[in-house]
């Protein structure tokens, strides 16, 4: 199935790395080789089975241009597009306060570059946070294995500023003075509410 971006080019999967899925000095620390999403889709799940929060990832839209029927009760989708432009990954509500944010991974040690962010998701972040919503990026350093939660309005500052001339990037040291860490647990993996708390 052929999927493409609004723009109509193709979208390409990412191509899998040669060589051994581990590295020799690997070692089992249980659940830390999930991605961001997996361990924030788990600890969300554990959320609303307790009855604490309601928060979802945002399905992505696309829309299907070319479908293949091989039996009566099967369809094969073999062209699609990513109808629009996604916003942010995650939204819901905890303790009556309505969440919007995004995750992101670095396995840059230094600094998070803020090309992972794009205009669109910035905007919608900035609207949400103009109605009272809360606002943040869930950043994971992937090589110092942490997590931080960031708000919206301090990314605001760097996204602004790398327009006149500024940073193309936020400085980990920034990040981990300003951002809210959170330790990485077993049940939820990502315990962001507890950093959401220090923003109530």
């Known amino acids: 199935m052929t999927i493409r971006y609004p723009n109509g080019n193709a979208y390409q999967a ?20 999930m991605t961001l999403e997996e361990e924030l889709n788990e600890s969300n799940t554990y959320y609303e089975t307790n009855g604490l929060a309601v928060v979802h990832k945002k399905p ?30 995650y939204n819901g509500v905890y303790q ?6 995004d995750a ?18 910035i905007d919608h972040m900035r609207a949400c946070t103009a109605q009272g919503g809360i606002c943040f990026a869930i950043i994971k350093f992937v090589e110092r294995q942490e997590v931080f939660l960031y708000r919206a309005s301090d990314l605001f500052t760097f996204w602004d500023e790398q ?37 109530l």
């Open 60 to 89: 992505t839209p696309i829309r299907i241009v070319k479908v293949d029927y091989p039996k009566r009760s099967a369809a094969v989708i073999k062209e699609a597009y990513f109808s629009t432009a996604s916003t942010t990954d």
């Open 104 to 121: 992101k991974e670095t396995r840059n040690k230094g600094s998070f570059p803020l090309k992972n962010f794009h205009q669109h998701q």
């Open 163 to 199: 327009a006149t001339g500024g940073r193309k990037s936020i400085p980990y040291s920034e990040i981990a003075a300003h951002g809210i860490n959170i330790p990485v647990g077993l049940q939820p993996p990502i315990p962001y509410l507890k950093a959401v708390d220090q923003l």
């Open 14 to 33: 990412p191509t899998a790395k040669t060589g051994p899925k581990f590295p020799s000095t690997y070692t089992n620390y249980g659940k830390r080789g």
């Open 96 to 101: 009556g306060h309505y969440l919007d944010f």
